[in-house]
């Protein structure tokens, strides 16, 4: 197939009203034919969100099917921070002082978090490998078994050690899924309702987020030695993701990558199949002629290095700056050990302001994925980013109000404070999984992430071990620390985030080879654009 040029660099509206006026006199049908064949663009992209939803309502229960792992991992996360608090956690894996009073070893408490990371960045290193060679069903398979491993252990551990060992299990699991769900997501579902899709995925975190709270604040009530209860509510959604991810379809772009039509065909049917005035050859041939363009700017097989170079460089960095940025906006002072940071705020009930930060953060996470396909993406993260980084100096400020030291009145302020920063910072967080689809090109969309996700993980272990300490030794004050680093992150996402709401593939790739700067994205015309403007035009203003 002969590469077919996005668009010529430096297009504008003058270029535009030619198009039309040529397209005038020439018959409907041939404009269509001749639209059509050509685009990188679907024409359900100008349907209304509402009306997407609906006409694609079986490949938005695909979407849900497929995040349902990610359950797991807002219940591993939710429970990292909270069993440490629990009495009988305590007296299993912590030990006496001379007076017979048993406590965690501040070193395996960081080792716990700490793990978490190494097991995603056990996985980065080949999850890429094994989903461009056999797919992400497979790659969600492998996730599968890594989560009944680490299940198991967290069940039967009777020493920190092997506590240590099913974190790494489940941090490789939550590791793959985070590379291939989002990727998965980001090819199968139409570019109107993308922005939701993706970010979904939280909401199923969140969910498992507040069972952990829940059941981790009964339990401290009414059963303060019983922590295993809430373990073995773990193998809940472990069964049911094998049970959606047995009927899931493989990706069509996974098969057009690899030059199988017939396959390719096969799972657009089984998606779209139900979608009325589908044509499956003009989709799958808007998904051939992407590949094809990126492929022939590459001029040779994808791998890890392209990343780094030219124009995806530009694309790569800018997600590591949302990685990095959700590391130092005090993710594991607020989030990852809330329990703990509530108890040295002396809250009466930690546990009670762990619960209501997981429910902040499952409202932050609907808001967003009920608008961002609507209102957009830039604008709203880079508010939020600016947002986070004020109040960490906030809450650095309360350490002086005596929040710390028995005023209720200051202690109160900081759960309020630490509530909105949730719920601020969810969305940031939220960015980063979405943009980590949307910016790389569609041939190297699976290997950026990997590279990105360990950017995540790397910085993840420091703030995990830097974290303890630093509340031990400044309190609150923590707050400075993780608000200086946020100011420079803060900076640039306003200088490179861009906004991609609606945007196809080749839409973003476009945007970029042009070298448009992130604050003009939105407010830019792309050829795709330009050539629906001109088939509508003739058609007298009526959608195509």
Aim: one cysteine or more; aromatic letters at 12%; a neutral charge.
């Amino acid at each position: 197939m002969n590469s077919i040029p996005i668009s010529p660099v430096g297009e504008d509206e003058k270029t535009l009203a030619t198009g039309i006026q040529h397209v005038e006199n020439k018959d409907v049908a041939a404009l269509e034919t001749e639209v059509y064949q050509a685009r990188f663009k679907s024409r359900f992209d100008d349907l209304s969100i509402p009306r997407t939803l609906w006409i694609f309502r079986r490949t938005v229960l695909v979407c849900l099917a497929v995040y349902t792992g990610y359950v797991c991992e807002g219940f591993e996360l939710g429970a990292g921070g909270s069993i440490i608090a629990n009495a009988g956690f305590i007296q299993q894996f912590g030990s006496g002082d001379a007076s017979g009073v048993r406590g965690l070893d501040p070193t395996w408490v960081s080792s716990w978090s700490a793990l978490l990371n190494v097991g995603q960045m056990v996985v980065q290193t080949h999850v890429a490998l094994l989903a461009d060679r056999y797919g992400r069903k497979v790659s969600f398979y492998y996730a599968w078994i890594w989560l009944v491993v680490g299940c198991v252990f967290l069940n039967t551990a009777k020493s920190p050690s092997v506590w240590a060992l099913a974190k790494l299990c489940n941090g490789a699991g939550i590791g793959v899924l985070q590379i291939t769900c989002q990727v998965y997501v980001m090819e199968i579902c139409p570019n109107r309702i993308r922005g939701g899709m993706v970010t979904f995925q939280a909401v199923w975190g969140n969910i498992g987020g507040i069972v952990v709270a829940v059941m981790m604040q009964q339990l401290n009530q009414k059963h303060p030695n019983d922590y295993l209860l809430a373990m073995r509510i773990l193998w809940a959604p472990i069964g049911l993701m094998i049970i959606f991810w047995a009927f899931i379809p493989e990706s069509p772009w996974f098969h057009a990558r690899r030059g199988d039509k017939e396959k390719a065909m096969k799972s657009l049917k089984q998606l779209f199949g139900n979608v009325e005035g589908y044509d499956f050859e003009e989709e799958l041939g808007i998904i051939e002629r992407t590949i094809e363009h990126e492929r022939t700017l590459l001029d040779h097989a994808p791998r890890y290095r392209d990343v780094f170079k030219g124009l995806n460089r530009r694309r790569t960095l800018t997600v590591m700056i949302l990685a990095v940025c959700q590391q130092f906006a005090g993710l594991t002072i607020i989030s990852t050990y809330s329990t703990y940071f509530f108890s040295l705020a002396g809250l009466a009930d930690p546990f009670l302001g762990s619960l209501i930060l997981s429910c902040c953060n499952l409202l932050a996470v609907l808001l967003w994925s009920l608008s961002t396909d609507k209102l957009g993406r830039r604008t709203i993260v880079n508010v939020c980013e600016t947002s986070v980084t004020v109040i960490l100096f906030i809450v650095g400020g309360l350490y002086y109000t005596g929040a710390t030291t028995g005023n209720v009145a200051a202690s109160n302020a900081l759960l309020v404070i630490c509530c909105l920063w949730t719920f601020m910072f969810q969305t940031v967080g939220m960015s980063y999984y979405l943009y980590s689809t949307e910016l790389p090109s569609a041939v190297l969309r699976i290997k950026t992430g990997p590279i990105t996700f360990l950017t995540n993980s790397i910085t993840g272990i420091a703030s995990c071990y830097a974290t303890p300490p630093l509340l031990l030794n400044l309190s609150l004050k923590a707050g400075f620390v993780y608000g200086a680093f946020s100011v420079p992150m803060c900076v640039l996402m306003w200088l490179y985030v861009p906004e991609t709401k609606g945007r196809a593939a080749a839409e973003i790739d476009e945007l970029y080879e042009r070298k448009i700067p992130a604050w003009r994205w939105s407010k830019t015309a792309t050829a795709a654009e330009q050539q629906m403007h001109a088939a509508v035009e003739a058609r007298g203003g009526k959608e195509v």
